[in-house]
């Protein structure tokens, strides 16, 4: 079964609006991360920051895969088939799989709070393996992401238990939105709807997190 | 029966110490002060020196701490970064 996914036509151009929106955001994100790390040298605020910025390119380039494909999509083609693309296309897919994993993994390893090398190019390794190594890549890599996103919501569960701050509930419901938009796209990705879910899920995450860090810096202006 | 202090905490409590006493304090009197083991007080101190957060001096009575610049900052900052910190489940 090839990655399939259907674009509405009435929604080609939002969906690449809000994948440059999530890219802002998640820059910003990884930007007060820097800053923070900056201030207080925690090796884990630096991984997390780096975390957030290979999402961040991760969408940036999937935006731009996005715009290059709208073409093909206009003229009447309501299906994105993912394993018929080459070139430049392939090139950008490859790269937003690979950040995205990657920036999902760092992340990982920051809410671990370990300093161990060579774990997290193990935790790197594995998963881009799996996905180097699978015919269908788009489903491997939707579900390595379900599986390191319920990691890092398992986490930040944790830690709300502990402190029992809005922030982080908005931090866990955040990740929850995304967890649940990768795995509306493994299930539901014959559905045009699906496309359009998966990108509001998305939105409503990054808001969250957009009002986290405004909730979190403003106190302290 | 008071909250475990998490790392940032520590560093927090450390520097304070440190501050009060510019220059003049011993290792023994942040021991006291911070409430912390000798060991763990020891790994503590050898970091925030990596980090530039405090300078050991020499002296005829030993050696003394004082904060730098850095380490004024992470106090003056510690609020937001705790927050940021605590808000995203890094701690």
Redesign the interface.
Known sequence: MASVYYVPQWFIGFDIMLEFLFAIVTAIVAI??AR?YQ????K??LH?SRGFLCISLSYFIWAIVNISIVKELIAGSPAVILEKLSGFWLIGIYAYLFLFIAGLVTIVY??L?IKRGDIYYLLLALPLIAIGGAYQKILIFRIVSVFLLAFIIY??L???M??K?V??L???LAFTFIFISHVDLIFLTMRPTAYVLSHLLELGAYALLAI?LF???K??D | MTKKRN??EI?RDILEVIKTKQGRIKPTHILYKSNLSYIMMEEYLSELKE?E?IEELSSGNGKTYRVTEKGL??LD?Y???S?????????
């Open positions: 007060i991360a923070m201030i207080s040298q925690e884990n605020i997390f920051a809410t709070n986490r930040e944790l830690a709300f502990q402190s701050k922030n982080t908005f931090v866990t986290t909730r979190a810096l106190k302290h | 790392r940032l560093i980090k957060f900052t992470y900052k609020k937001m970064v927050e940021f910190t605590s808000s995203f489940g890094l701690n």
